[in-house]
């Protein structure tokens, strides 16, 4: 297979909701790249896991693919070329989902030492370093920078025709960070915004759930418990389609039970057992 033909394959099976075959795919595939030495689809295969298993919660195994794909660049001698650099921003964001944020910030930081040097001007390829950069400002909990990042990736992305679910994607992290910061005026105008560019969109993106869990995380945040849980409850479907019962759909189910202790105890206790044996399997 060509990585064409790998790419569109792939493609189909997310399509289809064929989540369980797109694992062993990959993986047959990458062998087979790795016995006929043919790099570039070994590349593309190892990225393509790393992008899997990090939106699957398995976050180790993304940051091993991560390592041996740059291991193969380097010892192909393209380190510190843009595509070395393509390829240690996915592994700064499996390390970012791993939570080891101060070491996905050192290599965003050379992902950008490296695109200056390289005199790289894409404005798609510098808005996902600023977006995915925000997110580990996130998690070490400075959502003043997380926001200057995303402010920088915005316009960036709005500059590309069919650019609506990556507009989307970032007005979500967006909110996110304006919650933490007690802006939910705001952050709610955000979601708003990206719910209605996500559902503009036929299939729908895979990160259109996490905008609808962010929805019903800002309307417990303001005591709206109904509308809380009528996007926590929309949410599951949508990470389910995608990522099957991963990591953040056991999430999504405690934030919804945690919603409805008060009313209904009884379904909170359920929710929050499937919660814990999905996180049990994912062991």
Aim: glycine fraction near 6%.
């Amino acid at each position: 297979m060509t990585i064409q033909d790998v790419l569109q394959h792939l493609d189909s099976l997310f399509r289809n909701n064929d989540i369980a075959k797109v694992e062993p795919f990959l993986l047959e595939h990458l062998d087979a790249a790795r016995k006929r030495r043919e790099l570039s689809l070994e590349l593309t295969i190892l990225n393509e896991l790393m992008g899997f298993y990090r939106g699957m919660g398995r976050h180790r195994e993304a940051i091993a693919q991560a390592v041996d794909a740059l291991g193969l660049l380097e010892d192909a001698g393209y380190k510190g070329s843009v595509p070395y650099a393509t390829t240690l921003l996915n592994a700064a964001t499996a390390y970012r989902a791993d939570g080891q944020n101060i070491r996905a910030n050192q290599a965003y930081n050379e992902v950008a030492a490296i695109y200056r040097a390289q005199k790289m001007d894409d404005p798609y390829l510098w808005a996902s370093l600023h977006n995915n950069q925000s997110l580990a400002w996130q998690g070490c909990g400075r959502h003043e920078r997380a926001l200057a990042s995303l402010e920088l990736a915005l316009p960036l992305i709005a500059s590309r025709a069919g650019s609506e679910a990556d507009q989307a994607v970032t007005l979500t992290n967006m909110a996110q960070s304006k919650m933490r910061l007690g802006r939910f005026d705001e952050a709610g105008a955000d979601l708003d915004r990206a719910i209605a560019l996500f559902e503009s969109q036929t299939p729908r993106n895979p990160h259109y759930g996490a905008a609808l869990s962010a929805r019903g995380e800002l309307a417990f945040r303001q005591g709206d418990t109904a509308e809380a849980i009528r996007h926590f409850e929309a949410a599951l479907p949508a990470i389910e389609t995608n990522y099957g019962r991963s990591h953040n759909y056991a999430v999504t189910l405690e934030s919804l039970a945690t919603v409805i202790e008060a009313t209904d105890p009884t379904r909170a206790g359920a929710l929050r057992e499937e919660a814990a044996q999905i996180e049990k399997t994912l062991a």
